[in-house]
């Protein structure tokens, strides 16, 4: 079998970029400057792995509007992410990373996720989530996320 160098190249400078693209939206997330979710692109799935409330696969919106406005509503401050390391295969973009806050009930939440994001033309059009959903179940039926 011959191996095509040229497209080899490509390939690499695709993963390449989407890993960069990828990473600037978590530093914006963390520098608070702008909005992680906007890698989603409007037809994106979003699957969370595990059981409880939120554990299944969402459209975009429904899942801003399902899990995230209300698990940042159960937040005293927004959540901050490190990212330990992100990788691409392809058109597949992994990120291990943490993410630490405090919840209104003044206990700390802390969590590892590993994250995968199918990209298209800069944009996510799948991700699926892994977490602990033991600790995230708890914020979740712990805290209201009202007021």
Do not use: C
Not at 15 to 31: A, C, G, H, L, T
Not at 71 to 92: C, E, H, K, Y
Request: hydrophobic share 40%.
């Amino acid at each position: 079998m011959q191996i095509n160098s040229a497209g080899i190249k490509e390939l690499e400078m695709i993963e390449q970029r989407n890993k960069e693209i990828v990473q600037s939206y978590f530093d914006r997330w963390r520098n608070n400057t702008g909005n992680f979710f906007d890698l989603l692109a409007p037809e994106a799935t979003w699957t969370i792995t595990g059981t409880g409330a939120t554990a299944g696969t969402y459209r975009r919106q429904a899942f801003l509007d399902q899990v995230v406005q209300p698990a940042n509503a159960r937040f005293l401050s927004p959540l901050v992410p490190t990212v330990d390391g992100i990788w691409a295969d392809d058109d597949m973009v992994i990120v291990l990373w943490d993410g630490a806050t405090t919840a209104k009930d003044g206990q700390p939440y802390r969590n590892t996720y590993t994250w995968y994001f199918r990209m298209k033309d800069g944009k996510a059009i799948e991700a699926i989530a892994f977490l602990d959903m033991h600790m995230f179940n708890d914020l979740w039926t712990r805290i209201s996320p009202t007021p």
